[in-house]
Nanobody, 126 residues
Framework: QVQLVESGGGSVQAGGSLRLSCAAS????????MYWVRQAPGKGLQWVST????????YYADSVKGRFTISRDNAKNTLSLQMNSLKPEDTAMYYC???????????????????WGQGTQVTVSS
C-alpha cells in the first residue's frame, strides 16, 4: 500500500539545523510533485516547499526561503528537507505529501492531496 514515512525531526536550539526525510513506497514516486507542509501548535496546515518530479523546479514559502532546501532522490524514493538557521517559529509537525500536479495551496487541505505522511515533530527553542 502507499506509504510516506517522515523522519529526522527533533529538538534543537535556535540557529541549529535538522534534515527531514520522507520515504515513499507503493506508488510511482518519480511521477509526483512532492510537498512539505507544517502545522504549528494550535494552527492550521501551512505549505513550506514544493519540488517537481524531475527535481528541476522548487518553490519555498517566504518564511523559509534561504534557510530551507528541498531535494529528492527518485532512485531511492526519498524526499528531503534541509533546515538551517532554525527559528522558534519553525516549531511544528512537518508532513510530506504527494500530488500528480502542481498545487499552489498556501494553506493545504489534506483531502486535496492523494498521499500524506504521519509527520515528524520539529521543536526549536530560543
Amino acid at each position: 500500500q502507499v506509504q510516506l514515512v517522515e523522519s529526522g525531526g527533533g529538538s534543537v536550539q535556535a540557529g541549529g539545523s535538522l534534515r527531514l526525510s520522507c520515504a515513499a513506497s507503493g506508488f510511482t514516486f518519480s511521477n509526483y510533485w512532492m510537498y512539505w507542509v507544517r502545522q504549528a501548535p494550535g494552527k492550521g496546515l501551512q505549505w513550506v516547499s514544493t519540488i517537481s518530479p524531475d527535481t528541476a523546479t522548487t518553490y519555498y514559502a517566504d518564511s523559509v526561503k534561504g534557510r530551507f532546501t528541498i531535494s529528492r532522490d527518485n532512485a531511492k524514493n526519498t524526499l528531503s528537507l534541509q533546515m538551517n538557521s532554525l527559528k522558534p517559529e519553525d516549531t511544528a509537525m512537518y508532513y510530506c505529501a504527494a500530488h500528480h500536479y502542481l498545487r499552489n495551496d498556501y494553506y493545504p487541505n489534506k483531502p486535496n492531496y492523494p498521499y500524506w505522511g504521519q509527520g515528524t515533530q520539529v521543536t526549536v527553542s530560543s
